[in-house]
């Protein structure tokens, strides 16, 4: 089963930057696409940004030109890098597959943009 540990949310000022990065294990990394994804209140999740396993990465139109995805297979990690943050994008940020693996939704890290 694949598991995934998030970690480098944090509280932030508009305009800063923050690094989350993403374990993954139970899975032979370097042979699957993955996904940054995120939920704010009151909304459902949805994805923000993938990387194949190829690394090539795709963005959602909102956060283009300001996340940055990538990939290390050695550290089995996937990292996603926030610049210019705003206060929308406030939100718990998950990896996973993609497509998602149901039973291998982590904890997330929260992301809080203060104005």
């Known amino acids: 089963q694949v598991h995934v540990v998030e970690s480098g949310g944090g509280l932030v000022q508009a305009g800063g930057s923050l690094r989350l990065s993403c374990t993954v294990s139970?899975?032979?990394?370097?042979?699957?696409?993955m996904a940054w994804y995120r939920q704010a209140p009151g909304k459902q999740r949805g994805l923000v940004a993938s990387?194949?396993?190829?690394?090539?990465?795709l963005y959602v139109d909102s956060v283009k030109g300001r996340f940055t995805v990538s990939r290390n297979n050695a550290k089995n990690t996937v990292y996603l890098e926030i610049n210019s943050l705003k206060p929308e994008d406030t939100a718990v940020y998950y990896c996973?597959?993609?497509?998602?693996?149901?039973?291998?939704w982590g904890q997330g890290t929260q992301v809080t943009v203060s104005s």
């Open positions: 139970g899975v032979i990394f370097s042979s699957i696409a």
């Open positions: 996973n597959t993609n497509p998602p693996i149901g039973a291998s």
């Open positions: 990387i194949s396993r190829f690394s090539t990465p």
